[in-house]
Structures are given as C-alpha cells and as structure tokens.
C-alpha cells in the first residue's frame, strides 16, 4: 500500500515525505519530479512552451505509473487532485493524505519558489494562493482519506500523525 500526500503547495508534503521515507525504509517519488525527469524540462518551461493542460497529461501519465506501484511514498504536485482520474489510480492501491496549511503559512512557505508558474496570472501572490486553494478545497476533501492540519505543528509532528494511521 502507497502513502499518497496531497494538497496545496506549501503544506509540507515534500518535507514531510522525506521523513516517512527514511523512517518506513520506503521509497519517496514526487510525481512533480517524475514529469519534469520524463519532459526533460523544468515546469515553467513546460507550461511556458506546451501549456497546464500539457503539464496536467503528463501528471497523470505518472499518477497512473505510480498507482501501479506498491509501497512507495508518493508526494503529489498540489493540483494533481484535479484530474478525477488521478485520485482514482492513486486510491487503489494508496491511502491519501491532505496536509493543510492556511494561506498565509503556505504564502510564507513557497515565497520564494521560482519553479512554479502563476496559476491564475492575474492576482496577487498571496490572492492567487487563497483563489485557487478555495477552488480546490471541494477536490482535496473528496479525495482526502486522512486530513492532516500542519499549522503550528513540528513535521515529527505531523509524521507521527500519518504514522498512527498506517
């Protein structure tokens, strides 16, 4: 059985990832990763040259990959719960995590990431976060088996959480 992380960029995924990794003596797969190793291009440079829809194909080329899989720990990309078809492949053979964070947290967490094109291309960076993070709550929620608040809480913390329900 996969552990599958979801949720917003920022929310610890990545991070909390690593540590379920090293403590489960599993093997940790972004699926962010994963596209820009098989594109042989970072995500910017996919969207800039091929668009989201492109980028969303591919995701779910790996999201399909990984399902098949057993026994991975598999950190999504924030939107990869968009595609129905992704949670479902993911589901099968995984349990879903979706790490919170409020908005300002996440603002402050991602700050400084240039590896992430704007979503929206209009907003304000803090505006754009709370936009499509309230599109994508409905998403996260339905495809959520856990939810896991990583707000004021140590990452062993938040791995402890999981922990105890795997």
Request: hydrophobic content about 40%; glycine content about 10%.
């Amino acid at each position: 059985m996969n552990i599958v992380l979801i949720g917003y960029r920022g929310t610890g995924k990545s991070t909390v990832g690593k540590i379920l990794a090293a403590k489960l003596g599993r093997e940790l797969v972004s699926t962010d990763a994963e596209v820009v190793k098989r594109a042989k291009l970072s995500i910017p440079e996919i969207v800039q040259q091929f668009g989201w829809e492109h980028f969303r194909d591919l995701e779910s080329e790996v999201c399909r990959d990984l399902g098949k899989k057993d026994g991975l720990i598999i950190d999504t990309g924030g939107g990869a719960i968009l595609r129905q078809q992704n949670v479902d492949v993911l589901k099968k053979n995984g349990t879903l995590f979706w790490l919170t964070a409020e908005v300002s947290t996440i603002a402050q967490r991602i700050g400084g990431d240039t590896q992430r094109p704007s979503l929206t291309g209009t907003k304000s960076f803090t505006e754009e976060i709370q936009e499509v993070l309230q599109q994508r709550l409905p998403k996260y929620q339905a495809a959520a088996d856990h939810v896991i608040a990583t707000e004021g809480r140590t990452i062993e913390e938040v791995v402890a959480s999981i922990l105890a329900r795997v």
